[in-house]
């Protein structure tokens, strides 16, 4: 049994090391004790993501099936069941450790279902109903490994953390999601800058964005930015010891919204990455900054949609 759960510790955090460049770094910067069980989340996450958008040659009902599968045998094993998985006994064993909020999980694997049902979001309010299991609990599973002083007061900032990351993903992979059938960004704003999903296609197409393309993108991120704002006090209420961690992972995030700028707004041209220098530059400046210091959120501006 231990060497079951220490290789699916194993598996979880090969994935993280795989395919979350950037808060695999952040991680780093966690005390040696509490790094197996952000990696364990990370590899949930990661795996039903895989279920959802890697498995493409397979029609919505089966991926649908194979997701549904996975979820009953995680929800056995928070009933004490042994499961036969790669994965989920790492994450079973942190839920344990941590007495997570096992409705936090239950809204995550929801949200991954309407991925497979849902190709577009009508308005905002529409995205974060969605966003609300996809990256909100993504900050309130974290809340008890990072320690906070008070749970409840760490929360909501940790909950808009989740939520600017995701949006910030959504900008940067434009591209990406069209090829899967998806577009995030709400249609209302894209009809508000006069673009459609055509207009998107082509775009990727020629790799390279219209005005009206890279004013739409001007203005989600500048919602992004406010998502950030909220999150930023979140930073301070955690353990000393977890700071530098989310401090990083922060601005690293936020950075991903100043490489699109740098591009001028064009998210066709290339993916935005934030280059590795300035990568360990930032988190060896979040490693040296005492606790307690407060962050400071990107710029907030506001540009008012076109009429």
Known sequence: MEAELTAAYARCRELHRQHGRTYYLATRLLPAAKRPHVHALYGFTRHADEIVDRTEELPPAERARLLRDWSDRFVAGLHGARVD?????????????????????ASFLHSMAMDLEIAQYADYDALLEYMEGSAAVIGTMMLPILDPADPAQAREPARQLGLAFQLTNFIRDVAEDLDRGRVYL?????????????DLRLCAQRR??????????RFEIARAREHYALAAPGVTMLAPTSQACIRTAYHLYAGILDEVEAADHDVFARRAVVPNRRRLAVAARCLLTRPGTPVTAPPVLSPQPVP
């Open 85 to 105: 998985d790669p994965l989920l006994p790492a994450v079973l064993h942190t839920i344990a450790a941590f007495d997570l909020d096992r409705a936090d999980f």
């Open 186 to 198: 709400p249609q209302e704003d894209l009809r508000r800058f006069g673009v459609s999903t055509a």
């Open 208 to 217: 390279t964005s219209t005005t009206a393309v890279r004013e739409l993108v």
